[in-house]
T-cell receptor, first 117, second 114 residues
Framework: GAVVSQHPSWVICKSGTSVKIECRSLDFQATTMFWYRQFPKQSLMLMATSNEGSKATYEQGVEKDKFLINHASLTLSTLTVTSAHPEDSSFYIC?????????????FGPGTRLTVL | EDQVTQSPEALRLQEGESSSLNCSYTVSGLRGLFWYRQDPGKGPEFLFTLYSAGEEKEKERLKATLTKKESFLHITAPKPEDSATYLCAGSINAGGTSYGKLTFGQGTILTVHP
């Protein structure tokens, strides 16, 4: 149980294009999903919190217009990197939190490696 | 400011050599201390959640414990396949749209040599 998938697992794109990454909770409902970014040999950096049916909450320093997040249903959140540039190349990981007051566990997807040429 | 600090940054063990990883936290309103394992190029894999001081949880060769200021991940008789980065994170109860947000430590890179 508690499986989270991401698609695609890797993507290479040209500078200036937009890339969409999907995050799905496969066997549970998630009112909240989180998007992280991870640079080599570093820990996870939270980018934004995505709540189903409402606007995402972005962390300080994260550009809302560049990283568009849509949480369309209780099992799907998408991150769109708009007008990508080489500095956006990174490992993007989503997580989903199970519903319920005491259940704070977050389960992570396998990650998406983005390379912008 | 909420902070989670892990030590050591890297740990090299011989197979069978037991040891512990440390996670100290200053998180106000802590609502859970989490341990994850991350292999290179993959997302973190959930290991344990601890909610209150004195709590302990075990899974195979791993045991996690929690005090009011820190958590330990004990590894008993490790094997090479236990090599990975181990991350701990604290969850705050900020309410509203920040509910369940995790603050991660920098991780401990564990290498177990055969």
């Amino acid at each position: 149980g508690a499986v989270v998938s991401q698609h695609p697992s890797w993507v290479i794109c040209k500078s200036g294009t937009s890339v969409k990454i999907e995050c799905r909770s496969l066997d549970f409902q998630a009112t909240t999903m989180f998007w992280y970014r991870q640079f080599p040999k570093q820990s996870l950096m939270l980018m934004a919190t995505s709540n189903e049916g409402s606007k995402a909450t972005y962390e300080q320093g994260v550009e809302k217009d560049k990283f568009l997040i849509n949480h369309a249903s209780l099992t799907l959140s998408t991150l769109t990197v708009t007008s990508a540039h080489p500095e956006d190349s990174s490992f993007y990981i989503c997580s989903a939190r199970q519903m319920g007051f005491f259940y704070n566990e977050q389960f992570f997807g396998p990650g998406t490696r983005l390379t912008v040429l | 400011e909420d902070q989670v600090t892990q030590s050591p940054e890297a740990l090299r063990l011989q197979e069978g050599e037991s040891s512990s990883l440390n996670c100290s936290y200053t998180v106000s309103g802590l609502r859970g201390l989490f341990w994850y394992r991350q292999d290179p190029g993959k997302g973190p894999e959930f290991l344990f959640t601890l909610y209150s001081a004195g709590e302990e949880k075990e899974k195979e060769r791993l045991k996690a414990t929690l005090t009011k200021k820190e958590s330990f991940l004990h590894i008993t008789a490790p094997k090479p396949e236990d090599s990975a980065t181990y991350l701990c994170a604290g969850s705050i109860n900020a309410g509203g749209t920040s509910y369940g947000k995790l603050t991660f430590g920098q991780g401990t890179i564990l290498t177990v040599h055969p």
